[in-house]
């Protein structure tokens, strides 16, 4: 008898294996990893409570709400604001496993918290070339003057809406699309790559903890 069991499978899992792929460059000017770890959910502010949502969320994980398209994080996690009195949530590591659960206990009566980790593919980008990237296909600006460490946005890439942050000065970006999205943003992402080399790498590697993001007042412009 067939077995019928259900298997959990990643946004990529057929798509993004690691390995170097592209032009055989010295070093790949990108490096990728689907970020498998997270645990995410949307957080919005109930009708005038966002001063107690505010108090709550700093006692509970020590981050201050950030106003307007920026991400604060502390201890693996963050928050992003993605809207008014709207965050996007998100928990790595060993905090994840009851993340979303702890977060409805901790804001009961202070939001409305909707479970968004499967529904979410999440890649995190760095290297030498990847501004060169994603200037290919995302219509911000991205230079350090305009958008720097902590600046949140929501735009879209090949006619794929997603949405992009800057994790440290290296810089690391993240960029999220949904998951019925992924293969058509990993189709774009990987020809846009493939000139400068890139490489994909497993989930989990050096210098991708989104702990060393801080809240900033940098605006951000669109061209």
Same mark, same amino acid.
């Given at each position: ?16 294996? #690691? ?7 010295? *070093?790949? %000017? ?37 106003? %307007? ?25 060993? +905090? ?25 593919? +999440? ?38 809406? +997603? ?7 290296? #810089? ?18 990987? *020809? ?9 790498? #497993?989930?989990?590697? #050096? %210098? ?8 900033? *007042? ?6």
């Amino acid at each position: 008898m067939a077995d019928l069991a259900l298997q959990a499978r990643t946004p990529l899992q057929d798509l993004a294996r #690691p390995g170097r792929f592209g032009a055989a460059t010295a *070093k790949p %000017g990108l490096l990728i990893e689907e970020r498998t770890d997270l645990a995410l959910a949307t957080v919005m502010a109930r009708r005038g409570r966002e001063h107690d949502l505010n108090r709550a969320v700093a006692a509970a994980y020590g981050i201050d709400l950030p106003h %307007g398209p920026h991400v604060a994080a502390k201890d693996g996690v963050s928050f992003a604001g993605i809207g008014v009195q709207r965050w996007l949530a998100a928990a790595e590591g060993l +905090v994840e496993a009851d993340f979303v659960d702890r977060l409805r206990q901790r804001l009961a009566g202070l939001a409305s918290i909707a479970e968004q980790t499967d529904g979410w593919a +999440v890649l995190r980008l760095r290297g030498d070339r990847v501004r060169d990237v994603l200037a290919k296909g995302i219509p911000i600006d991205l230079h350090p003057s305009r958008f720097a460490t902590g600046d949140v946005a929501l735009t879209v890439v090949a006619h794929i809406g +997603v949405q992009i942050a800057q994790l440290d000065d290296r #810089p690391t970006f993240q960029l999220m699309a949904f998951r019925s999205l992924a293969a058509s943003l990993w189709s774009w992402l990987s *020809k846009s790559a493939a000139e400068f080399g890139y490489e994909i790498v #497993p989930s989990g590697s #050096p %210098g991708r903890r989104t702990d060393r993001i801080t809240t900033t *007042k940098r605006s951000i412009n669109s061209d």
